[in-house]
């Protein structure tokens, strides 16, 4: 899975967690399947589902909870998944990709992240429609 990393001072983890999902070729590609996006450039969930559904992508509803989402659950999983972590102090949250197949936590905030994150909240499974 290719690594979109989230440009300076942007919010935009959820298109690049899209494009990463989609194997899109540029960050573009996945901007442009987003109809609208909110004040700031924070993504919803139905703003995500949507660019998926425009990139020939399914999203299962909302899955997990805080205790179940942990370094162990992941690396048993084969599936690409969808991350929402919980609410920071800005009250948004933030986006990341479980790769299945590479067996790793893509964080487009952090390239090299050295530690599991402990703030995970819920996920999807992304799969091609």
């Known amino acids: 899975m290719k690594y979109f990393p989230q440009r300076p001072g942007s919010a935009d983890c959820g298109p690049c967690c899209v494009a990463m999902l989609t194997s899109c070729s540029t960050l573009d590609d996945a901007l442009e399947a987003f109809q609208e996006r909110n004040e700031g450039g924070y993504s919803t969930e139905a703003q995500i589902k949507a660019a998926l559904g ?3 992508f399914e999203m299962s509803n909302r899955m997990g909870g805080r205790s179940l989402l942990n370094r162990t659950f992941f690396e048993e999983r084969n599936d690409n998944l969808l991350i ?3 609410k920071r102090s800005d009250r948004n949250w933030h986006w990341m990709v479980w790769d299945g197949n590479g067996k ?3 964080d487009p905030l952090r390239p090299s992240r050295s530690r599991f994150p402990s703030n995970l909240s819920v996920f999807y499974i992304v799969t091609k429609a």
Request: proline content about 0%; cysteine-free; charged content about 35%.
């Open 104 to 106: 790793r936590l893509l």
């Open 54 to 56: 425009a990139l020939g």
């Open 84 to 86: 929402r972590t919980k």
